[in-house]
Structure formats: C-alpha cells, structure tokens
C-alpha cells in the first residue's frame, strides 16, 4: 500500500517562507503525476502545484511566482518550497501521487497544516 507522509508545516509570519517534503513508501515519485493540494474548512480541496506525467508543471494562479515544486529523486521525496507567504495560503496541504499502471488513482497523505498569521 503507498503510503505518502508529509512534513515541514507550522505557523509563520506573513512574507515567511515554509519548505513542505512529502516522503512516500512503496511508491516511487516519477512516473505519474504528483503534487499537493491545499484545503482549508468549508471549501473544496484546491490544487497548489503539481508535477505532470511529461515532467511539466503547473501551479494555481494565486501561487505563482511564489511557490515551487521540485523533487529529489535520489531520496524519492518530493517538496513545495512557499515563499512570501500570505495569511490567505493558510490550509492543510496535502501531498497527492497518481498511482496505477495508467496513474488512474490518486494517493493522499495525511496533511500538514501551514498557518499563516499577519
């Protein structure tokens, strides 16, 4: 069973940055899509930024410019650098990663909670 873990949230200061590291088990980052997604209480899980099959990327428009996806293949994790943090991207972020041999399933993590204070 993949199993994916995310870590590095916390509370910071508005124009902070925070570095968030997915670490997956019996999964191996690289062929299917993968990326995080965000939710905060009452609104829909929204997509931050991903990683798509051909290598692509793309990012929700209220984190561009800021934020950047990236993974290190070596140790099989996968990252979310948040820069010039606003109170507004305060959510829990989830990691994401298509699993199945046509990437037809989705694996979630558990959540890491980012606060962003003014």
């Known amino acids: 069973q993949v199993q994916l873990v995310e870590s590095g949230g916390g509370s910071v200061q508005a124009g902070g940055s925070l570095k968030l590291t997915c670490a997956a088990s019996?999964?191996?980052?690289?062929?299917?899509?993968r990326g995080w997604y965000r939710q905060v209480p009452g609104k829909d899980r929204e997509l931050v930024s991903k990683?798509?099959?051909?290598?692509?990327?793309k990012y929700a428009e209220s984190v561009k410019g800021r934020f950047t996806i990236s993974q290190d293949n070596g140790q099989n994790l996968l990252y979310l650098q948040m820069n010039s943090l606003k109170t507004e991207d305060t959510a829990m972020y989830y990691c994401?990663?298509?699993?199945?041999?046509?990437?037809?399933?989705?694996?979630w993590g558990q959540g890491t909670q980012v606060t962003i204070s003014s």
């Open positions: 990683i798509n099959r051909d290598g692509s990327t």
């Open positions: 994401v990663a298509e699993s199945g041999s046509r990437c037809e399933f989705n694996e």
């Open positions: 019996r999964y191996r980052f690289g062929y299917c899509g």
